[in-house]
């Protein structure tokens, strides 16, 4: 069964980069895109970009552009979201999830990240 | 960039009621849409892919239906745990965006 697990919460600085990792269990990565959706406090569900680790493709949000950069370790099966430069309204809960044909699913957990100086 | 709209915001509604949620796109996007559940505290599930198509385990009181701009989901009898919030999500491309949500709320 594909699970995939995210790291725990981290409290930043502003403007101090922050790194969320999820790890995939039950599949292999290779074959697979992992895209990143975050989620501010009482607010809804806003897509950031996907990563395909089979052939290095990155897409980003237009809003992201420059501020986020996805990664894939497919040796530890770990997907990464760098998040530059944050400011306080980067505090969110931040998702990955497997994407495929345009569907996500499934979810990590989630990783709240509270940017505050 | 491709823009969803959802109505309503929010829904009161009772166990037993059948519902419908509404959701829109800013331009056609064939059946490239799909349903999510998200419960406080945890993560989106996913409902309904292609949007008419009932992802496995998911009860069949909840379908989809609609194909270029408009879509809906329905309940068609609410049962206590189906309270939470829904996203549509626009998957035409490979740019994706959500709906803001629907609340749907005990009366």
């Known amino acids: 069964q594909v699970q995939l697990v995210q790291s725990g919460a981290e409290v930043k600085k502003p403007g101090a980069s922050v790194k969320v990792s999820c790890r995939a269990s039950?599949?292999?990565?290779?074959?697979?895109?992992i895209t990143w959706v975050r989620q501010a406090p009482g607010q809804g569900l806003e897509w950031m970009g996907w990563?395909?680790?089979?052939?290095?493709?990155?897409k980003y949000a237009q809003q992201f552009q420059g501020r986020v950069n996805m990664t894939i370790d497919t040796s530890t099966s770990t997907a990464y979201m760098e998040l530059t430069s944050p400011r306080s309204d980067d505090t969110a809960v931040y998702f990955c999830?497997?994407?495929?044909?345009?569907?996500?699913?499934?979810w990590g957990q989630g990783t709240l990240v509270t940017v505050s100086s | 960039d491709i823009q969803m709209t959802q109505s309503p915001t929010s829904l009161p509604a009772s166990v037993g009621d059948r519902v419908t949620i509404t959701c829109r796109a800013s331009?056609?996007?064939?059946?490239?849409l799909n349903w999510y559940q998200q419960k406080p505290g945890s993560a989106p599930k996913l409902l309904i892919s292609?949007?008419?198509s009932l992802q496995r385990g998911v009860p069949s009181r909840f379908s989809g239906s609609g194909s270029g701009t408009d879509f809906t989901l329905t309940i068609s009898s609410l049962q206590p745990e189906d309270f939470a919030t829904y996203y549509c999500?626009?998957?035409?491309?490979?740019?994706?965006?959500f709906g803001p949500g629907t609340k749907l709320e005990i009366k």
């Open positions: 331009q056609t996007i064939s059946t490239y």
């Open positions: 039950g599949y292999n990565y290779n074959n697979y895109v």
């Open positions: 999500q626009q998957s035409y491309g490979s740019s994706y965006t």
């Open positions: 999830a497997a994407l495929s044909r345009g569907v996500f699913d499934p």
């Open positions: 990563n395909n680790a089979y052939n290095g493709n990155t």
């Open positions: 292609a949007a008419s």
